[in-house]
């Protein structure tokens, strides 16, 4: 059998869709570049049919993103696979991937169609696909809680149809390992041509066995697994590619396959994501958590003093983490600086290493050390930077005992400098009312999140917030030793987001009003 295991990436489909993880084109386009960095095989970019926002957003990605496969989501009927069609156009490795429900409790009460009815749409779908691609997947939704023979027939039709890769999803979280590879193993033994396709498995987390059910799947003879950065996704989430990619490597003597992924970059992607969604993981999460190479208890760190591997089974440095602690200070010049950058991973054109070196020097001067954690910090926030419609010039807050918290604020814009002064429950809700009647933006703050980026008391405060006006949220982020700095930063990058988000929708629906009239 192939040894290699291909990893599909369906952050910006299954993970963006769920509760707080929503993504502007422009945020899957980003994260869709670093998802090709990773060397992921497939990046399944989005739903088209799900609107006109996800359809673009995916066109964008086909047309940017080149060495990956993209593939676009459609149910099982001719509009749906005709929006992916319509958005996979400019892709250089397009794939229609193509599902309907299996099980009995979803044919009956969801699709409300017979077996015999979803075979022929199954079948009618994948030709369909076919005719625009050679690379087409199917996807039996709810696998897990189908019956094995229908499976058989409905894979069978669809391998004859054209599919190429035919996928076996636990949809609900439901299966357990042993039952699944099981399954896997049925499957690939009763389908008279099993082996010319690749078997592909998509587990969610509800019972916390995403992950586990996975690596069955690979034992039994799967060969791609569908999977998202930090395992956000519908419900408890999806089985998580950092896991999985780390699982397969540091195991590969149990299950003897590999991956193309570049794990050094494991890391920063992980850190991409919650810097666009604004929600972090959590501190024990496997890989990628704050606390995934930590020791504190003495025997564990006497353990790890005299030999790394007494209580790591993986080098933080495989996943792209700093543990070297490079130290700069405010003497440190501009070659040490970019030197340091290029050693992890990082390669700014010589304008965002200006910014960037400049806000190092800044740092550097208020406090004694400068970490790579630090920098890279910095780096992050220069990346993602958003067009500065206002920028801070000058903040003040007053807050004690027996008085309201009150900020004054001056804020740049085209229109010059203007300064508003506020009240509020704390400082940093002070600091945003002002920024609010100053930007003229009614934001609600709907989350707040600050944590150290290194120790010590002079540690880099990095402040993430999630606002939102009307329907639109938008994620600011900023970094400072100062944290009332940082928050004010953070709430105005996130203000700065959400009115380029504003114009964008009155060019769109002024697109929308010329073309109703020109159709007129």
Partial sequence: MDDLVRIFDTTLRDGEQSPGFSMTPAEKLELARQLEALRVDVIEAGFPISSPGDLEAVRTVAREVRE?????????????????????????????????????????????????????????????????TDDVEFSAEDASRSEVEFL????????RAGATTINVPDTVGYTTPPEYAALILTLRERIPAADKVTWSVHCHNDLGLAVANSMAAVAAGARQIECTINGIGERAGNASLEEIV?????????????TNIDTTKLYRTSRLLTAITGIAVQP????????????????????????????????PEDIGLPTNRLVLGKHSGRHAFRK???????HLDDAALARTF?????????????AIEDILALVDEEVRAAPQRFQLKAFQVSTGTGSPPAATVTLQSESGETTEAATGDGPVDALCVAVNRLTGVQAQLMDYAIRAVTGGTDALGEVTVRVREGETVAVGRFSSTDVLEASVRAYLDAINRLLVARDRGRSGEAAAHRGAAAWA
């Fill in 68 to 132: 990956a496969v993209i593939a676009g989501l459609a149910r099982a009927n001719p509009k749906d696979v005709e929006a992916a069609v319509e958005a996979l156009q400019p892709a250089a490795r397009p794939r229609v991937h193509v599902f309907i429900a299996t099980s009995p409790i979803h044919m009956e009460h969801k699709l409300r169609m017979t077996p015999d009815e979803v075979v022929a749409a199954a079948e009618a779908a994948v030709r369909q696909a076919r005719q625009f």
């Fill in 152 to 159: 058989c027939r409905i894979f069978d039709v669809a391998i």
């Fill in 246 to 258: 780390m699982a397969l490597r540091t195991r590969r003597d149990v299950f003897g396959v590999r």
């Fill in 284 to 315: 024990n999460k496997a890989v990628v958590g704050e606390n995934a190479f930590a020791h504190e208890a003495g025997i564990h760190q006497h353990g790890v003093l005299v030999n790394r591997a007494t209580y790591e089974i993986m080098r």
């Fill in 340 to 346: 340091a950058l290029e050693d992890h991973g990082v």
């Fill in 358 to 370: 400049a806000r190092f020097k800044a740092l550097a001067d208020r406090k004694k050390q400068v």
